[in-house]
């Protein structure tokens, strides 16, 4: 018999709602901007389901119609928030460091492709330590927004892999439909930010309730 193969080659990570618990602390940090500028209230369900969006997307999509301008100045307010005044915590889901530090071990390629900023995503790589298990990530602000392709394409072509050879573990929609733009498989996860039902509508090879579980779901099967 064969040896087992691995199914993919090269594993692309989402960060917030996926590796990291920190939707409580982008909700908060971004309801602490619209109250600094005195904006129309929006609710903490709105803001959720746009995490995942580059800011600046996130920001239109909250306030339709709006310019570059406007979304510079709600931006600021976040980054005020978010990376210096705001005390809500953020920690890896349980496992999620050991599981990140196993997959590295059995010799796969790892990516980080998030609608985070590169400061803020630079600061919590050192904070956890994963840095050094990811080849190569790409953030919102230097490349085109979930669920663009761009970032997920550029991700491939750094490592040399095929689309087909590639998976995208995701909470949320913007996550599912950069893969199916970019043509590579999509895996779900349900603990994030959008619920099983909204996930399932882009069909991913499958829906994981923890992180966890990644490592048995990913287990190279035997050859013929």
Known sequence: MSEPTK???????DWDGTLMDSVARIVACIQGAV?????????????????????HEAISSLYPGTDFAFHDQVAQRYRHHFLNADPTP???????????????RQGYWMAVATGKGRQGLD??????????YFHVTRCSDETSSKPHPQMLQEIIDFVGV???DTLMIGDTEYDLEMASNARTAALAVSYGVHTPTQLARHRPLGCLDAITELPAWLAPRQGA
């Open 90 to 104: 953020m920690t890896l889901f349980p496992g999620a460091f050991e599981v990140v530090v196993e997959l590295h």
């Open 123 to 132: 600061r919590v790589l050192d904070e956890t330590g994963l840095r050094r």
């Open 35 to 55: 109250r600094d500028l005195q904006l129309e209230p929006r609710s903490d369900t709105q803001v959720r389901n746009i995490i995942g969006l580059g800011l």
């Open 162 to 164: 095929e689309p087909a």
């Open 7 to 13: 199914r993919f080659e090269l594993l692309v990570f």
